[in-house]
């Protein structure tokens, strides 16, 4: 709907920008550190130097530093849980705890609000060897003692806590589960046991923040592409209702409503994948709610149907980042009304005001978005600064959608673009480079890791001065 008024930011809107720990820190092998599942991946086959990353962990002061400078009020990172446990539980690694207390009192020094996540990707290899991760219930224990001893060691400073990160996405990536085989019938099943596990141990995470941490507000950070069906055919439509279902809102309908939707039920069933509910489970789910939604919003796909046929059955699918098709449901195509990044991932910023629309009106909670960039391959001119107009443009545009929602009455909490400074994409390397701060290294060399600010960084310094009145 186009509107007369345009309504401003909010006097106290989180202006923020995010990264995680292992994207960023380095210092894999340092002090004490456990194996994380991502650390046997990065490994393997090695695409770059990950252990090293952006050296975060060396120049933590200099980052908050410009972190100051850009003006930024908050700032999203997330814990690597074996820095804190290395084996996942038993020891604690005081040495991991120490860096951590040192970060977090360099941002409240430097008036930027902390915006914690308890896990992002990096599961503990110590808990797969034990008993195979997310795929055991013990699980759910281990993360909650996890979690809590966070809320009770840094919640007299850190207000904002972020679940999981991306549970949407670790239930279709089997190595992130520490699974091995190839078999993808039995890792979609594993993943969905291991997603109601998380469900659970996030909603007594929820229940836990709220008593060790006066004030604190948590929420978790799922990935919500924005979706269409790709024509008027009913055929295309109901693929896109049934898509949104089973790939969008299904961890958001756990964590928030308690409950397993009808159409994700069905789905789950149908292939003998509906985990085995203990009892207690529903009702622990329904008991427990998030204080907000926080969401990554890159991009939008278009939704087709994709019939049973003789050459397909139920259960074929392709999975490239996440289930691009599946018989019997829904395939995902081009968009040709969309332009794209070089990875072909369709930038479409009216997609995230659509997207903060329908999740305000499916559960009226205030949203967080904890992640929203542009990649893109950049290289470091001898004289100047990187002139990355094409991320201005993006989130500028981004950040205009975020306008238009709250015009309709959509509540925000905050918005952090990806990434504060260039971190190992999680796909990609160096190649791909994501930051407002450009870090001095390519894949394997090193260089001097200096960092230098991008035109973007001016930009959304000028920005958060203006509290968004120039967007
Ligand atoms: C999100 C993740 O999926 O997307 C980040 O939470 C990731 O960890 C980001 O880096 C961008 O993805 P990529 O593959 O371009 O780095």
Redesign the pocket.
Known sequence: METKTINSFPKNFLWGS?T?A??CEGAAYEDGKGLSVMDVREQNPKICNYEVASDHYHHFKEDVALMKECGLKAYRFSIAWTRIFPQGNGNVNQLGVDFYNRLIDELVAANITPIVTIY??EYPQGLIEQYGGWLSRKSIDDYVNYASFLFKTYGDRVKYWITI??QD?VVHMPFRLGLKGDDLYENEKAGFLANHHMCIAAAKTFKACHELVEGGKIGP?V?FDMMYPTSNRPADMMAWLDAMEIRNYYVLDLNVKGEYGGVFKRYLEDRGWMPKLQEGDLACLKENKPDFIGF?Y?ASKSISAYPLSDKNKIGDMVIK?LPAEEAGIYKVVKNENLNATL?G?EIDDIGLEGVCRLLWERYRLPLMI??N?F?NKEVMPEEGMIQDDDRIDYLHRHLLAVKRAMNVGVEFIGYCN??FMD??????GFS?R?GLVYVNRDEFDLKDLSRSKKKSFYWYQETIACNGENI
Do not use: D, R
């Open positions: 995010a995680a292992f994207q992002h990707f990160n991306e996405h950070a990935c990554n890159y980042l990875w991932w904890t992640e960039g990649g990806w990434s971190i190992v994409s999680g796909h990609s791909k994501y």
